[in-house]
């Protein structure tokens, strides 16, 4: 089974205004959409449009909690959220008109009997499972969070992998992650330089094997996006041609891609092509992409 974690998910609430907000004024919408959002439900949401199964993991809680865990069931995904005992999953507030403005809120305190609880599902976990730890750490989570659930996992032939970003991905190295994905832009945070080009780019991505990652997956947007694999071989996947819609995903589409192309015969090269087809088909879709588009991009 593959697990995804989500710390802090949200109802994302999407406005959509033909001109630019007014502070201070009436403003009306001409549209509006609820989405369920977070890296983690990110990922489990493209796996099942893959037509492959996961378990979403994180904590939920209030009617938003309610609204968003019903939600994700409703597109077939399994779900095992923790129900806090107090707060409320979050609401950001996304408008989008002339300019793009966007209101993330905080999100509900995670006390530590529910953290315990989320370490019981973790050391169920076997030889065979994948857990996929994505995003940022809220404020009321230890900042070695990460660190905590790869070392309850270590030796149990669980195949790791990490999206975050500088010291909280360089801490969990140590672990050998199955997969790490950076873009370019945190590589650069990361090695506190510019990279110019792909060679540089390869370098980073070496340093970061040799502290501990087995395949290290650096997406670069219009550049596409660059594996540098546990056999030593570096393969870059051009970026797929369309008109760009949304970011928002992208890079959590290119990490259930290359999942799932891993999962259908293991081999690096095919998930190296499904996952860029599904993060490109993600940035022209206003959505997350659905199957039959990253199909078409793979094709």
Do not use: W
């Not at 890296?39 to 796996?47: A, F, H, Q």
């Not at 996929?132 to 659930?149: C, F, M, Q, R, T």
């Amino acid at each position: 089974m593959i697990y995804t974690i989500t710390f802090n998910p949200a109802l994302d609430y999407i406005v959509r205004m033909d001109k630019k907000l007014e502070i201070g004024m009436t403003n009306r919408s001409v549209s509006e959409e609820i989405f369920y959002g977070g890296k983690g439900i990110n990922v489990s949401r493209v796996l099942k449009n893959l037509d492959i199964e996961s378990t979403a993991l994180g904590f939920v809680a209030g009617f938003t909690g309610d609204e968003l865990e019903k939600g994700i069931k409703a597109m077939g995904i399994k779900t095992d959220f923790i129900h806090l005992p107090e707060g409320s999953t979050r609401i950001n507030v996304k408008l989008k008109g002339e300019a793009e403005t966007e209101i993330n809120a905080q999100g509900p305190k995670i006390d530590k009997n529910s953290i315990d609880k989320l370490f019981g599902k973790i050391d169920m976990m076997r030889n065979g499972d994948a857990l996929v730890l994505a995003g940022s750490i809220p404020a009321s989570l230890p900042d070695d969070i990460y660190e905590k659930i790869l070392s309850r996992l270590e030796g149990k032939g669980v195949m790791t992998v990490v999206d975050a970003s500088g010291e909280l991905l360089k801490r969990v190295l140590k672990y050998k992650p199955f997969m790490i994905k950076p873009n370019n832009f945190e590589l650069e945070e990361i090695f506190n330089k510019k990279l110019n080009d792909n060679a540089e780019i390869e370098e980073c991505a070496r340093e970061l094997q040799k502290l501990g990652a087995r395949n290290v997956l650096v997406s670069m947007s219009s550049k596409g996006a660059m594996l540098v694999d546990e056999n030593g071989k570096m393969t870059v996947a051009e970026s797929h041609k369309g008109i760009v819609k949304n970011t928002v995903g992208a890079g959590d589409s290119m990490v259930a891609g290359f999942i799932a192309g891993y999962m259908k015969d293991g081999t690096y090269e095919t998930a190296l092509k499904l996952g860029s087809a599904a993060g490109g088909a993600t940035a022209f879709s206003d959505d997350l992409a659905d199957g039959e588009k990253i199909l078409q991009l793979l094709h």
